[in-house]
């Protein structure tokens, strides 16, 4: 497989216990939570705090006032944000998300000619915006992460790399024993 192929560039993606990881070079560590199916009310920011990736409210409508297209069709727009694939994304019905680090949450809208648009989501007050309790730092996208968080960004308990439940998957250790190691420096929440 191409993991193989680049053995030599590799280190071991430590999926132990339920311990935040990027074993597949996504953006940042995930792991499957275990909630399922995700709640929408209560689970994430509802109101736009910094770049809004932990936005879980229901608006769905573009700033200029295009429907928002359903995540989980491809049609009028053809995309990669599959919700089974991002679990952590909130990628639920036709609602503005962040998937991606963009400005702010957007999505691909129901007008074929208008691929996607930002949508407009009030932003916090002071006093609405969660405390930065505790921060992390990972290199990259975060796939050389060796650290204990367990707990997602909106507050959800991950899920253990080897558990099939309540998320069947295919992240096991077995695996995936391999990962990149990037070296530009982040930090999430």
Known sequence: SSWNLRSSQH??????MNYC?????ELR???FTT?????????GSQCL???GEDYRGRISITESGN???????QFPHRHGWIPGRYPCKGLEENYCRNPDGEKRPWC????????????????????EQRADASKE????????????????????????????????HEKTPDRFPDAYVYLTFSCFI
């Open 49 to 51: 705090s910094g770049k």
């Open 21 to 25: 990881r990027n074993p597949d070079g």
């Open 67 to 73: 429907a928002c297209q359903h995540w989980n069709t």
């Open 137 to 168: 730092c990972y290199l990259g996208k975060g796939q050389s992460y060796r650290g204990t968080t367990s707990i997602t960004a909106s507050g959800k308990k991950c899920q253990a790399w080897n558990s099939m439940f309540p998320h069947r």
């Open 29 to 31: 560590p995930w792991c």
């Open 11 to 16: 280190k071991e993606k430590d999926l132990k």
């Open 35 to 43: 909630t399922t199916p995700p709640p929408v009310s209560g689970s």
């Open 108 to 127: 691909y809208t129901t007008t074929s000619s208008v691929r996607w648009e930002y949508c407009a989501i009030p932003h916090c007050d002071e006093t």
